[in-house]
């Protein structure tokens, strides 16, 4: 009989790149869930937002697939272009929210330009988490 044993881990305290992982997979986390949530309250939520039912589906779906791909980027081995990705896409993503509200560019109600505001604010959050563990990466 053969044992198979596995890779000897590190400790914790050896690893340079668990705040971005942790970040990304949050990040995954969070955004998935929120766009199965958007996804299935799109009815309602339209009534309150005063995006149409198609779009809120749009940003359920879309928030979902991007969960996935960034919790698919938090497993790869080389993280530093990765994350680096990632904070730019959580940027971009931050700016585009508060351009959308600021410039009146869809027709959202007070609610509407709230939680596009507040995505926007979660966003920049989580971003620079994922920045300082990219800074972290190259400490």
């Known amino acids: 009989m053969t044992a198979v044993t596995g890779l000897a881990p590190r400790p914790l305290a050896d690893s340079t790149d ?13 955004t998935g869930f ?3 949530m958007i996804a299935a309250a799109a009815d309602p939520l339209s009534s309150l937002t005063g995006l149409s039912s ?3 589906y749009g940003i ?8 996935l791909v ?3 980027l938090a497993a790869a081995l080389d993280l530093y272009r990765a994350g680096i990705g990632v904070v730019i896409g959580n940027a971009v993503f931050t700016v585009a929210a ?3 509200a600021a410039a009146d560019a869809l027709p959202l109600t007070q609610t509407g330009i ?3 505001l507040a995505s926007g604010v979660c966003t920049a959050l989580i971003g620079y988490l994922q920045y300082l563990g990219v800074r972290r990466l190259r400490a």
């Open 114 to 116: 709230a939680a596009t």
């Open 54 to 56: 198609i779009a809120e």
């Open 34 to 36: 929120a766009g199965l």
């Open 18 to 30: 668990s705040l971005l992982r942790f970040a990304m997979r949050l990040d995954a986390t969070l």
């Open 60 to 67: 359920g779906a879309s928030f979902v697939l991007y969960g």
């Open 98 to 100: 508060v351009v959308v």
């Open 70 to 72: 960034v919790f698919a």
